[in-house]
């Protein structure tokens, strides 16, 4: 954690924005005179900006922990509607003044480049008639998380939360698993029509925010907003293109012999199938309790790294993991960093099964990240970009599954191993559907919401299991897309996860063929943050910042010999 300047108080109430204030007009008022003085006032704005970040980080970890509690949802959405859109305005004065000094110039290229590039860019997109816009929208994101967390279905007498009733996808008992999917996909169909009354919502808001910046479409719009240097909207076109070319294939082969592994005849493969373990297999039970989960992840991640065993430590004394499953919380995991506390906390949806133990691994990932950044004294180069972000959370999946054996035994772990790797190769075209698929609704924003279910559905063929008899099933089907949350909460964040996966893979094959330099690599890149540029980061790990279809192609090979390796 960094040394404070003193300039934001210890323990500081921020209820308001009239608390924080104070604050900015005297960062707007400073006029430095010398290099050393800017570089004070510029951790003191990151000081004053990480005090925001970890309340608001806590209103919103709160309100997705208990969704139907009202003081906390109002919580939440009193920094996004009220609080954030204020500090909106001043971080873009401050940083506007800050542009026009003559020290800002003047500053070492070397240690401040990246963020005088960032600086520069976050002033290009800034719009005053966006903020309150940006204000309703986070709205919304709340709107969507407390519809979706309030999501529960009935079986056998229960009623449960969606991720314990998707445990039973996995049963050997056909006709449970098929009622558990339709139970799963009915309750969804239940409250589609308010997702999509939000979705509609979002979109509308969506196209104003580009219009009011000078974009043509919303798509153009959340690239440069994100800040994506190093590659454009038509690279990640060409990369779902690749993914169709040398990943679907793949993908469909794993799902053939899943069904002849069943016994099913084509036309008799089902939705409700692709998840079932097969007559020899039993579904993997990794742990019971979220303690367990957690004690076990200690022990892997102690011995991986003895740093990162204690870091995990420090946060379960710290109280700073909600693992698992309940009525009333948000979907989905998360790893949210603590700007001041200079710890992060995991939030999860753990129901017993495999992913959720996947889950908690890259979780972790995260978790390490933020603690091999946490020494670094500006808040603007601990927030790294997104995809360096899931290229450590996914590099973590990889470098423990060889230590899963202390939730399994010998077979299932080969076995959980297995279905790892074959879920990277699932992974991909999911993510070339979901980004193909916002690229499709923000280049034709004036779609009805049956041909922006129809184009999923279209979108999902192309890049998924054609094999499997959907029949009867449509209107179920074409909704998938509505439990997506980064569809509703933040667009386009998705093509991520494939960029960083191929990081990710890099990153394991030079930990399998020399382990301690491996990793050694992985944690002078990850302590990097935003430092520097992201090809350059990847770089200093001994991976390729390259998504081109040779580099897909070569990787899967390695993913094939790796799975050649685990087969009984």
Not at 146 to 164: A, H, Y
Not at 486 to 511: C, K, M, S, T, W
Request: glycine share 6%.
């Amino acid at each position: 954690m960094t040394a404070s300047t003193g300039f934001i108080p210890k323990n500081g109430t921020l209820n308001s924005w009239d608390d924080i204030k104070p604050y900015f007009d005297t960062l707007i008022e400073t006029k430095p005179n010398t290099t050393q003085e800017l570089e004070l006032l510029l951790i003191q704005y990151s000081e004053t900006v990480a005090w925001f970040a970890e309340e608001n980080a806590w209103a919103y970890i709160k309100m997705t922990c208990d969704t139907e509690n009202k003081e906390k949802v109002a919580r939440y959405e009193l920094f996004a509607t009220e609080i954030a859109p204020q500090l909106e305005v001043a971080t873009n004065t401050f940083e506007k003044q800050l542009s026009t000094f003559s020290t800002f110039e003047q500053l070492d290229a070397e240690r401040y480049g990246q963020l005088k590039k960032n600086i520069q860019r976050s002033l290009e997109m800034f719009r005053d008639e966006n903020v309150l816009l940006d204000a309703k929208l986070s709205k919304l994101g709340s709107d969507f998380s407390q519809v979706s967390g309030g999501i529960t279905v009935t079986l056998d007498g229960e009623e449960m939360p969606i991720p314990r009733a998707a445990t039973r996808l996995e049963l050997k008992d056909r006709e449970k698993r098929k009622e558990a999917w339709m139970a799963i996909s009915e309750a969804y169909q239940s409250v589609s029509d308010k997702l999509d009354a939000i979705f509609a919502e979002m979109l509308s808001l969506r196209i104003e925010v580009a219009k009011n910046a000078g974009y043509k479409n919303f798509r153009d719009y959340q690239h440069d907003n994100y800040h994506r240097f190093d590659y454009t909207p038509a690279d990640a076109e060409e990369f779902s293109k690749s993914i169709e070319k040398y990943v679907v294939p793949l993908s469909r082969d794993i799902n053939e012999r899943h069904r002849k592994k069943l016994g099913l005849a084509q036309d008799d493969y089902r939705p409700w199938d692709g998840n079932a373990f097969g007559p020899d297999e039993e579904p993997l039970k990794p742990f019971k309790t979220g303690d367990e989960l957690l004690d076990k992840t200690i022990d892997i991640f102690s011995e991986l790294h003895p740093q990162f065993g204690d870091n995990l430590k420090a946060m379960k004394k710290a109280n700073l993991f909600d693992l698992e499953s309940r009525k009333g919380k948000s979907p989905g995991g998360y790893n949210y960093g603590l700007e001041q506390t200079g710890m992060p906390f995991i939030f999860m949806n753990a129901a017993g099964t495999q992913s959720n133990l996947t889950t908690l691994m890259h979780e972790g990932g995260h978790a390490m990240h933020t603690f091999l950044t946490a020494d670094e004294p500006l808040i603007q180069y601990r927030d790294t970009p997104m995809e360096m972000a899931e290229t450590a959370s996914m590099s973590m999946e990889l470098m423990t599954s060889g230590l899963w054996n202390k939730f399994y035994n010998e077979a299932d772990h080969r076995l959980a191993r297995r279905k790892h790797l074959e879920g990277i190769i699932g992974l991909l075209p999911w993510v070339a559907t979901v980004d193909s698929f916002q690229h499709w609704i923000y280049l034709n924003p004036d779609h009805t919401p049956d041909e922006r279910d129809a184009a999923f559905k279209a979108i999902n063929e192309r890049f998924g299991a054609i094999n499997m008899n959907k029949e009867g099933l449509d209107k179920l089907l074409q909704k998938r897309w509505q439990r997506q949350i980064h569809i509703f909460e933040v667009p386009f964040y998705y093509i991520e996860y494939g960029i960083a996966q191929l990081g990710a893979l890099q990153v394991y094959r030079n930990f399998k063929s020399n382990p301690k330099l491996g990793l050694d690599g992985y944690i002078k890149g990850l302590s990097l943050g935003s430092t520097k540029p992201m090809p350059e980061v990847w770089d200093v790990m001994n991976i390729k910042f390259d998504f081109s279809s040779d580099t897909i192609r070569e990787l899967m090979e390695f993913v094939q010999s790796e799975l050649e390796a685990l087969q009984d």
